[in-house]
């Protein structure tokens, strides 16, 4: 299916399902920063034996199209924090009106995860649940950077690309940041993104400010606290992920709080793309543990560390 975004980019979002018919439920996979959906056929063949439909697609600034368009790495000139949640809507409110009776789950890995997070407290009504891989806490130096990726796309315009600001997104990765080793113990997965033309790109001023603006909302008090208190929470994370820490431990607990239904899972020794990970199937076979529970009705918040 094609729809025509907010953002001016072309969005192309592909269904995926197991047979003819409705399926028990759809997942919307929203991928994480500087990657693209098609890193996600394990999850979504996974997904499929199980019996349940698969939603892919790539943001605004992000996959094949971007790219032929000389776009990646940017949302949009202005007000792309807002276009790009629209566009999620709108992808949300077409799968739930061509399959009113199936159950629909989010998942978001990193980036997507900080979306997931704002749609679910946002236009939380008829999303089940939501599985949030690879994602943060509260980031000290988010507003200042914000301000300062404003500052500059303003001096150099919307699409300036400053290595400095994208070196700064990164500048908590430790030594794991050389050559991307902080994504996976598995070095084929590493040498597979570091050779792809559509992986690891840097993002515009307009779009770090973008994600910045998402991760400063998505942690305040009152964007958690409107989040779907009917729908199931997944959080999985790996304990070597530079971008896990006490604020995904805190976040967990606020839910639980909140009286929420929450599964925390960590992954020992594990970085940051679990589902590429070197214990990729385990990860996989949590995840659809979950998603079978959520179908039928069965899931019940738990803390696990693997």
């Known amino acids: 299916m094609w729809s025509t975004t907010l953002s001016g980019q072309p969005l192309q979002a592909v269904l995926h399902t197991p ?21 996600y056929e394990a999850v979504k063949d996974r ?10 697609f790539d943001l605004p600034g992000h996959g094949l199209q971007a790219a032929e368009t000389k776009r990646l790495g940017h949302f949009a000139d202005t007000g792309g924090d807002y276009k790009v949640l629209a566009d999620i809507r709108t992808i949300i409110r077409t ?17 997507g995860s900080f979306l997931a997070r704002l749609i679910m407290a946002s236009d939380p009504a008829g999303i089940a649940a939501c599985v949030l891989s690879g994602t943060t806490g509260k980031n000290g130096m988010s507003k ?16 300036h690309v400053s290595l400095f600001m994208n070196r700064l997104l990164q500048s908590g990765y430790g030594k794991l940041r050389a050559g991307n080793q902080w994504l996976s113990r598995d070095a084929e997965t590493v040498r597979r993104y570091n050779a792809d033309q559509l992986c690891g790109f840097p993002l515009t001023v307009s779009a770090i400010s973008d994600l910045l603006s998402w991760m400063i909302r998505m942690n305040r008090a009152d964007t958690i606290g409107k989040m779907n208190r009917q729908a199931a929470y997944l959080i999985m994370s790996g ?12 976040f967990a607990a606020d839910l639980k709080r909140r009286g929420m239904n929450v599964q925390t899972i960590v992954y020992e020794d594990a970085r940051h793309e679990i589902f590429n990970e070197s214990n990729r199937e385990h990860a996989l076979d949590d995840l659809t543990a979950f998603v079978r529970q959520v179908t039928s009705g069965t899931s019940g918040g738990q803390d696990d560390n693997n």
């Open 144 to 159: 200042a950077g914000r301000v300062l990726a404003n500052g500059l796309s303003r001096l150099y315009g919307p699409r």
């Open 95 to 111: 799968i739930a009106g061509n399959f009113p009776t199936s159950k629909i789950l989010l998942l978001g890995h990193s980036m």
């Open 19 to 39: 047979e003819p018919g409705a399926p028990d439920a759809v997942v919307i996979v929203i991928h994480g920063m500087a990657e693209y959906s098609g890193r």
């Open 47 to 56: 997904l499929l034996s199980l019996g349940v439909g698969v939603v892919l």
């Open 239 to 250: 304990s070597d992920d530079p971008l896990y820490g006490p604020g995904v431990t805190r």
